[in-house]
């Protein structure tokens, strides 16, 4: 029996490396939700709930995920064995509707805390347990320019940290983007894999348009063209077009999942923890893809450490992800606020062989860049 002693939610706020350009945001910084949980033994938990660019690209923002996570979630927690991660994850489901990031966060606290407390990573908490010490790692290049981001991929390269290429479009004319996505095919060739996110911002007739176009440029993945609401949308372009579609917004864990294998409507799935409602719930996303013979890609809401090797914790287990991963948030980032940085190298991210998440919270740096004790002054008109 375990149970809740203390507990805190931070909002914290890191600039980026650059401009991160997407088709509804530009980040300057990332706003990340920490939650810390100590429960009667003194074992601590740490998780994290991010998500991009405010309430642009989801229905959560930092501050509601704090909120939900304060003010709704904690206080049934008080009345758990918290050391039930299931059971209380439960209880939490019957008393909060909805709200995927902030439970994905807490989640990953109590898994933390289960780890620590039974001697073993959250990999083997999960499904069937770890099935690889380390994971692809995707690179998105998203500066806006055409230039700079084949500068960004050759780098990229040379220093073996990637070879995966996600290219963030939609927000300029299909041509133009296309265009520029033929660039960086000719320019990388066959040493790189290059993708593209659409982040739903095309009409089907867009959508039809620009995925022709894109096969034919050598692009390998196209991922949520159209709105992830459109599933008989995605499933005509699935079934019609060359280049493989990737459902990203449209998967908010095992039921949506189940809706778009049913209807055909994607090739691949990206897995996201945070979009699933939670470790547990992303891997039931997984199997549901597998089962369903769609690929499996390793997704990102550009989560700091916490968050990104939570995620990795479970992709850990899949036996395929013919796709690899984009975990690369931290690298995102100017600063990461762990202890020890996530290891990086060869194009790969390596797990942590340690009990829980393997990581530690840099109490220093949250000191810095929480929003609350630390105000961070952002560039004016640059908002996220
Ligand atoms: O997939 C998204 O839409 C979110 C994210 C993942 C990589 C990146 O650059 O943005
Ligand atoms: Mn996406």
Not at 26 to 42: A, F, W
Not at 51 to 77: F, M, R
Not at 89 to 111: Q, S, Y
Request: glycine share 12%; aromatic share 4%.
């Amino acid at each position: 029996m375990a149970t809740l002693d203390l507990s805190d939610t931070y909002i914290v706020d890191v600039p980026t490396i650059r401009p991160h350009v997407l088709a509804m945001a530009t980040m300057h910084y990332q706003s990340m939700v920490i939650v810390r949980l100590i429960d009667s033994d003194g074992v601590e938990g740490i998780g994290e709930g991010t998500t991009i660019g405010g309430l642009s690209y989801g229905e959560e923002s930092p501050e509601s995920i704090k909120s939900a996570i304060d003010t709704y979630i904690i206080p049934v927690l008080q009345t758990c064995d918290i050391a039930q991660v299931g059971a209380t994850m439960a209880k939490v489901a019957k008393c909060v509707r909805g709200n995927h990031f902030a439970k994905c966060a807490v989640e990953t606290a109590l898994l933390d805390m289960a780890g620590k407390r039974l001697g073993v990573p959250v990999s083997e908490l999960i499904g069937g347990g770890r099935r690889r010490e380390s994971l692809p790692i995707a690179w998105t290049l998203a500066s806006g320019d055409t230039a700079r981001d084949i500068a960004e991929g050759e780098e990229m390269l040379d220093r073996r940290r990637h070879r995966i290429f996600k290219l963030k479009i939609g927000k300029r004319e299909v041509r133009e983007d296309v265009a520029h996505v033929g660039a960086i095919c000719k320019a990388l060739g066959n040493r790189a894999s290059v993708r593209v996110d659409v982040n739903q911002n095309w009409s089907e007739a867009q959508a039809k348009l620009g995925m022709a176009m894109l096969h034919d440029v050598g692009c390998e993945l196209v991922e949520q063209p159209i709105a992830g609401d459109d599933i008989a949308a995605m499933a005509r372009l699935s079934q019609s077009q060359p280049v493989a579609l990737m459902a990203d917004e449209a998967l908010h864990g095992p039921r949506s999942a189940m809706r778009i294998a049913s209807a055909h409507a994607a090739g691949v799935f990206a897995l996201k923890i945070a979009q699933s409602g939670g470790l547990f719930a992303a891997a039931e996303v997984a199997a549901i893809g597998a089962a369903s013979g769609i690929g499996l890609y390793g997704g990102t809401m550009l989560e700091g450490g916490i968050g990104t090797i939570a995620s990795a914790h479970v992709f850990a287990t899949l036996p395929e992800l013919a796709w690899g991963t984009e975990l690369f948030g931290p690298l995102l980032q100017t600063e990461e606020i762990l202890t020890e940085p996530l290891a990086y190298g060869d194009f790969s991210l390596n797990l942590p062989k340690g009990p829980g998440l393997g990581v530690t919270l840099d109490l220093g740096k949250l000191a810095r860049f929480r929003r609350d004790a630390a105000p961070v002054l952002h560039p004016v008109g640059a908002g996220v």
